[in-house]
C-alpha cells in the first residue's frame, strides 16, 4: 500500500529557533497534501492544505507566517514552525491520498517539544 | 455550527465482546465516512470508508453503517481482542467529497480488557 514519510518523529528545541519537518510520499505522487496537528488526549486538527507548486491554504485561526509551508515537488512538502514557542510544542502529523476522494495515508507524526 | 462527535471518550469492554462507537455529525452533507485506527504517539491508519449510498460496510471483524436521515455512523468490532485497543476516530470530507481534505470527530479511545 501507499506509503508517507514524515522526519523527524521527535524534536526537541529551544524557545526562538525554526523547526522544519518533511512529509514524503513514497510510491505515489500527490499535487495536495495535508497538515494535522494534535495535543494530548485530542483529535486531530487541521492546520493546512498544502498545494504542489502553489501557496498553501491554512485554516482559520492558523497563523500563515508562523506555519511556513513549502511543497516544492509532487513527493515532498515541508512544514516550518517558525520562532518556536512552548505553546507550539504538539503532535505534527502529514497526510497525502494517490487519489481523489479516497482514503488518507499518515506520517507518523513528529512529537514538537519547545522548551 | 458544524460538529462531528463520537460517543464518550471512552469505552471498556470485556475481551470477545462487540464494541460499539458511534459518530454524529450536523451541518454537514458528506459524500462518504471513513474510519481510522490512531495508536498512542503514531499517525491514524485507514480502516473502512462507507459512502452515502451504501447502508453497511464489512472487513473481518469491522462493521460501519451510515444513516444519512439521522446523520449518523456506527463502528462495530465483533469478537473484540485486547490488540483492538487503540483511539477510533470518524473523518469526513466537509466539501461532499470533491477533495481529500478530512475533519475528525473528537475520537473514542478503546480499551478491551482481557
Known amino acids: 500500500g501507499a506509503v508517507v514519510s514524515q522526519h523527524p518523529s521527535r524534536v526537541i528545541c529551544k524557545s526562538g529557533t525554526s523547526v522544519k519537518i518533511e512529509c514524503r510520499s513514497l510510491?505515489?505522487?500527490?499535487?495536495?497534501m495535508f497538515w494535522y496537528r494534535q495535543f494530548p488526549k485530542q483529535s486531530l486538527m487541521l492546520m493546512a492544505t498544502?498545494?504542489?507548486?502553489?501557496?498553501?491554504?491554512?485554516e482559520q485561526g492558523v497563523e500563515k507566517d508562523k506555519f511556513l509551508i513549502n511543497h516544492a515537488s509532487l513527493t515532498l512538502s515541508t512544514l516550518t514552525v517558525t520562532s518556536a514557542h512552548p505553546e507550539d510544542s504538539s503532535f505534527y502529523i502529514c497526510?497525502?491520498?494517490?487519489?481523489?476522494?479516497?482514503?488518507?495515508?499518515f506520517g507518523s507524526g513528529t512529537q514538537l517539544s519547545v522548551l | 455550527s458544524q460538529k462531528i462527535e463520537q460517543n464518550s471518550e471512552a469505552l471498556n469492554i470485556q475481551e470477545g465482546k462487540t464494541a460499539t462507537l458511534t459518530c454524529n455529525y450536523t451541518?454537514?452533507?458528506?459524500?462518504?465516512l471513513q474510519w481510522y485506527r490512531q495508536d498512542p504517539g503514531r499517525g491514524p491508519v485507514f480502516l473502512l470508508l462507507?459512502?452515502?449510498?451504501?447502508k453497511e460496510k464489512r472487513k473481518e471483524r469491522l462493521k460501519v453503517t451510515f444513516d444519512t436521515t439521522l446523520k449518523q455512523s456506527l463502528f462495530h468490532i465483533t469478537a473484540s481482542q485486547p490488540a483492538d485497543s487503540a483511539t477510533y476516530l470518524c473523518a469526513l470530507d466537509p466539501y461532499g467529497g470533491a477533495t481529500n481534505k478530512l475533519i475528525f470527530g473528537t475520537g473514542t479511545l478503546l480499551a478491551v480488557q482481557p
Open positions: 510510491d505515489f505522487q500527490a499535487t495536495t
Open positions: 498544502s498545494n504542489e507548486g502553489s501557496k498553501a491554504t491554512y
Open positions: 497526510s497525502a491520498s494517490p487519489g481523489q476522494g479516497s482514503k488518507l495515508f
Open positions: 451541518n454537514y452533507s458528506p459524500a462518504y
Open positions: 462507507i459512502r452515502e449510498n451504501e
